[in-house]
């Protein structure tokens, strides 16, 4: 991508966020969100986090024949594991790195 | 409210932000890490932490610029996973009626997911000042978030690639997802969101917001099998 149009991007994307940051908050909440909207909001935070992670224990290119990174699945479990308990993202990814440096070193 | 109890809850935010500094500062080292290390200049790696100033998104455009997605494809789904901050910015509302125009912007550009929930378990709690803990914690983690991301820019390609630092996003994401996971209906969203990024290959880069859309929808399917479920209920 040419440079001005990566600033174009970056600028469209922290105008976007600004905006929806700032929407209520600038109204001074007249109006509530309507339900179905709460609702959609609700569950794409789950969504496109588990989005993000999934291919990042994969040993390849996700696909029909993706397959599992052991190591780092192994990781990505102690680390769920850990935030699951604690509700600490920091023991999360100490206990998960720690998890995949062990296991690389073996 | 007096100058000095407007100060006082300043403050307090300011000294909420101690344990989450560590947590803040590993994941904006390696937001700038990783956006210096996609081939993005400087300033626009930067531009990324104080613009959209939104990890996860800011990791979601990384990967989009890296994977050659075009510019719209980047915006829309960098988006939609900041959508989310019109849920706090509709709660957050009623703590700035009576503020300055001045206070309401500089508290929707600083709105983060970490001084949100903080700040809502404080108003939660009956807490006066909610206005002024929310900006010296959002402030606080802004700066925080500016010097790490400084940091990660110009230092992340010193570290060695065995030492597998890229795999701190994930556990990061992780760290945050686990305990989002309290029913059904948000883990089936989580499942299906993982799974349509794992086995749907999309043109354009698509499969981000296609897991978006497919699990928000599960989700919502989920919660009408199990209406107890429910946010909020």
Known sequence: MAEIATWGVIAALGLATFATRLSFLALLGEGELPLWLRRILH??????????????????????????DGPRTVAALAGFAVAYAT???????????????????? | MSSLDRRQAFLAGV????????????????????????????GQSFALSWMVFAGSSQIVATQLFASGAPGWVIVLTGWIVNLRFMMYSASLAQHFRGESRGARWLAGYLLTDQAFAVTLARALDGRKGVAGFFLGIAFTLWLLWQVASLAGIFLGALV?????????????????????????????????GGLTSVFLVLPLKLNLMAAALIG?????????????????A
Do not use: H, N
């Open chain 1, 43 to 68: 569950y794409v935070p789950p969504a496109i986090l588990a989005a993000i992670i999934a291919p990042q224990v994969l040993a390849g290119a996700p696909g029909l024949a993706a397959t599992l």
């Open chain 2, 160 to 192: 060695p690639a065995s030492w597998s630092m890229d795999f701190v996003v994930a556990l990061t994401f992780i760290g945050v997802l686990a305990p989002l996971l309290r029913d059904r209906a948000m883990a089936g969203a989580a499942v299906a």
């Open chain 1, 87 to 106: 509700r600490s993202t920091f023991a999360s990814i100490a206990v998960g790195m720690a998890v995949l440096w062990g296991l690389t070193l073996l």
């Open chain 2, 15 to 42: 000294r909420a932000c101690i344990p989450l500094a560590p947590g803040v500062l590993l994941f904006g080292m390696v937001c700038g890490a990783a956006a210096a290390g996609v081939g993005l200049t400087p």
């Open chain 2, 216 to 232: 928000a929808a599960v989700g919502i399917a989920l919660e009408k099998l199990w209406p107890k479920s429910r946010p909020g």
